[in-house]
């Protein structure tokens, strides 16, 4: 159809109803896919929900192993504090130097047990587990190397009585675990 042959008012008409149905197909066909539209938003959105709750779920527990490993290495390392004096063959002033002061002990006690508090929210239940009973075993621990009660004269393991060495084989393999579980669900299925 030639339009320069047929008066403007044809042309003006045509285009407007060109216009329209236009207008009427964009409406149809995004009213027609709304629903598949919104579906598609919807699994978008919980993919990513998912997505970043695995990467916080991933951060805290590696936040947790490393709490876990700071624990064992505070509790391997020892303090003076635990040993009889008269066992170690050092004068008088470098073991002074050497001891660690109880309120610097229990300060870095209270600080594992803030902190594995404030990341046990975040973990599985068979990980809060393991995180609690780590700390738990610390603080025997630390209790046992702060405590004024001489060693020989403590209720013995065989009576009830709390062992160190169990204590920080505890540490150890809570550590372990949660390095594990780290490993497992984090880095290995990268």
Same mark, same amino acid.
């Given at each position: 159809?030639?339009?320069e042959?047929?008066?403007w008012h044809?042309?003006?008409?045509?285009? =407007? =109803?060109?216009?329209?149905?236009?207008?009427?197909?964009t =409406? @149809?066909?995004?009213? +027609?896919? +709304?629903?598949?539209?919104m579906?598609?938003e919807?699994?978008? *959105?919980?993919?990513e929900? #998912?997505?970043?709750?695995?990467?916080l779920?991933c951060?805290?527990?590696?936040?947790?192993?490393?709490?876990?490993a700071?624990i064992?290495?505070?509790?391997? #390392?020892g303090?003076?504090?635990a040993v #009889? $004096?008269?066992?170690?063959?050092?004068?008088?002033e470098?073991i002074d130097? $050497?001891?660690v002061p109880? @309120?610097q002990?229990?300060?870095?006690?209270?600080?594992?047990?803030?902190?594995?508090?404030?990341?046990?929210? =975040? $973990?599985?239940?068979?990980?809060a587990?393991?995180l609690?009973?780590?700390?738990?075993?610390?603080?025997?621990?630390?209790? $046992?190397?702060t405590?004024?009660?001489?060693?020989e004269?403590?209720?013995?393991?065989?009576?009830?009585?709390?062992?160190?060495?169990?204590? +920080?084989?505890?540490?150890?393999?809570?550590?372990t675990? +949660? *390095? *594990? *579980?780290?490993?497992?669900?984090?880095?290995?299925?990268?």
């Open positions: 159809m030639e339009i042959k047929r008066p044809v042309a003006i008409a045509l285009t =407007f =109803f060109m216009s329209i149905a236009t207008a009427i197909g =409406f @149809a066909s995004s009213y +027609l896919l +709304l629903g598949a539209k579906r598609e919807t699994e978008r *959105a919980a993919v929900r #998912r997505a970043k709750g695995a990467q779920a951060e805290k527990l590696q936040a947790s192993a490393t709490l876990a700071e064992n290495f505070s509790a391997d #390392r303090y003076l504090n #009889r $004096l008269s066992d170690i063959e050092l004068e008088k470098n130097r $050497l001891k109880t @309120a002990i229990m300060a870095e006690q209270l600080e594992f047990e803030k902190r594995a508090s404030e990341l046990i929210l =975040f $973990l599985t239940e068979s990980e587990e393991i609690n009973r780590t700390t738990l075993h610390h603080y025997v621990v630390t209790s $046992l190397r405590s004024k009660v001489p060693p004269q403590r209720v013995p393991p065989r009576e009830g009585g709390f062992d160190a060495n169990t204590e +920080l084989a505890g540490i150890r393999d809570g550590a675990r +949660l *390095a *594990a *579980a780290y490993r497992i669900a984090c880095t290995e299925q990268l």
